[in-house]
């Protein structure tokens, strides 16, 4: 079974910071673009980082830029990690991790995404 796997999640006060992580398991995703999503109550789910299958090539929403640090490691079943360095009250959602086999060097559109991790709470206190 094609498993992602999210963890790290958890309650941090502004300014501190969380490590998300992504375990994948059943398949081999050292060629997918991973990426990391991100769903606040009453919203969409909105784009937050995205990273190439070689690691070379990263992308960021606005609102993280400078903050958050999207890493992957293709030897390790850990494949996606997320450094949220930082975070603010606004960033307080459910952290979801994704593969894509079709994006080239990384999508924003969750609909390009094949698999996707359960998701991992993350809440931020001011």
């Known amino acids: 079974q094609v498993q992602l796997v999210d963890s790290g999640g958890g309650l941090v006060q502004a300014g501190g910071s969380l490590r998300l992580s992504c375990a994948a398991s059943?398949?081999?995703?050292?060629?997918?673009?991973m990426g990391w999503f991100r769903q606040a109550p009453g919203k969409e789910r909105e784009f937050v980082a995205a990273?190439?299958?070689?690691?070379?090539?990263?992308?960021y929403a606005d609102s993280v830029k400078g903050r958050f640090t999207i890493s992957r490691d293709n030897a390790k079943k850990t494949v996606s990690t997320l450094q949220m360095n930082s975070l603010k009250p606004e960033d307080t959602a459910v952290y979801y991790c994704?593969?894509?086999?079709?994006?080239?060097?990384?999508?924003?559109?969750?609909?390009?995404?094949?698999?996707w991790g359960q998701g991992t709470q993350v809440t931020v206190s001011s």
């Open positions: 059943g398949r081999t995703f050292s060629t997918y673009v």
């Open positions: 994704a593969a894509s086999n079709g994006a080239y060097y990384y999508s924003t559109r969750p609909e390009v995404y094949d698999y």
């Open positions: 990273i190439s299958w070689s690691g070379d090539t990263t992308h």
